[in-house]
T-cell receptor, first 113, second 114 residues
C-alpha cells in the first residue's frame, strides 16, 4: 500500500511570494496533519484536517493556511513568505482524528531566499 | 504547559553497545506516548507507541520503551545498537483534548561508532 506522498520534495521561493504544498494520505486515511520542522524550533504542529474540516490549529500566523479535499488530499499554503519560513514541512495521515497512529511523508523542503 | 523533554541532544555509542534515550512528559493525565526515528532528509517513522496497559512496549527494529508513571518518563532502549541505527530520535505525546496533535521533544541525535 502506498505511503504518504508529499509534493514537491524541494522548493526554492523568494521572500514575499506564496507557496502551496500538497499531501496525499494513505488510501483510506481521512485525517491529515501538517508539521513544520526547523533546527531552531523543532517539530511544531500547524493544523489538522478531517473530512474537509479543520479540527485543530497550532500557533502559527494567518499566513499559514490549509484545506482538505473530498478525496482526503490536503494542501497547505503559505503567503507572503519570510526567510524564517524555510523549513521541512511534514504531512502525516491517520485513519481518523481518534486514531492516533500517524504515518509521515518524506516532507517538502522549502527554502526562502 | 503540555511538553515533552528529551534531555540529551546528542549521544554517541559504540556498535553493539546498549542504548537508552530519555524522554519525560509533562501534564497530569498520562498522554499517549510515541517514539519516532528520522534519518537525514527523511520523514518520521514510528518505532513504538504506548496507550495503556503493559508498561513495557516492543517496537520495530528491536527497540523497546518503558513507561514509568512515577517518573513521567518513557525511555527508549535497545540492547545492541547497529550502525544503521544512527539517526535522530523523537519522543512525542498526544495529550487529552488535542485530537491527534503530536507534541514533540527536541530530539536526540544518535551517533554510532564502529
Amino acid at each position: 500500500k502506498a505511503g504518504v506522498t508529499q509534493t514537491p520534495r524541494y522548493l526554492i521561493k523568494t521572500r514575499g511570494q506564496q507557496v502551496t504544498l500538497s499531501c496525499s494520505p494513505i488510501s483510506g486515511h481521512r485525517s491529515v496533519s501538517w508539521y513544520q520542522q526547523t533546527p531552531g524550533q523543532g517539530l511544531q504542529f500547524l493544523f489538522e484536517y478531517f473530512s474537509e474540516t479543520q479540527r485543530n490549529k497550532g500557533n502559527f500566523p494567518g499566513r499559514f493556511s490549509g484545506r482538505q479535499f473530498s478525496n482526503s488530499r490536503s494542501e497547505m499554503n503559505v503567503s507572503t513568505l519570510e526567510l524564517g519560513d524555510s523549513a521541512l514541512y511534514l504531512c502525516a495521515s491517520s485513519l481518523s482524528t481518534s486514531n492516533t497512529e500517524a504515518f509521515f511523508g518524506q516532507g517538502t523542503r522549502l527554502t526562502v531566499v | 504547559a503540555q511538553s515533552v523533554t528529551q534531555p540529551d541532544i546528542h549521544i554517541t555509542v559504540s556498535e553493539g553497545a546498549s542504548l537508552e534515550l530519555r524522554c519525560n512528559y509533562s501534564y497530569g493525565a498520562t498522554p499517549y506516548l510515541f517514539w519516532y526515528v528520522q534519518s537525514p532528509g527523511q520523514g518520521l517513522q514510528l518505532l513504538l507507541k504506548y496507550f495503556s496497559g503493559d508498561t513495557l512496549v516492543q517496537g520495530i527494529k528491536g527497540f523497546e520503551a518503558e513507561f514509568k508513571r512515577s517518573q513521567s518518563s518513557f525511555n527508549l532502549r535497545k540492547p545492541s545498537v547497529h550502525w544503521s541505527d544512527a539517526a535522530e530520535y523523537f519522543c512525542a505525546a498526544i495529550y487529552t483534548g488535542t485530537a491527534s496533535k503530536l507534541t514533540f521533544g527536541t530530539g536526540t541525535r544518535l551517533q554510532v561508532t564502529l
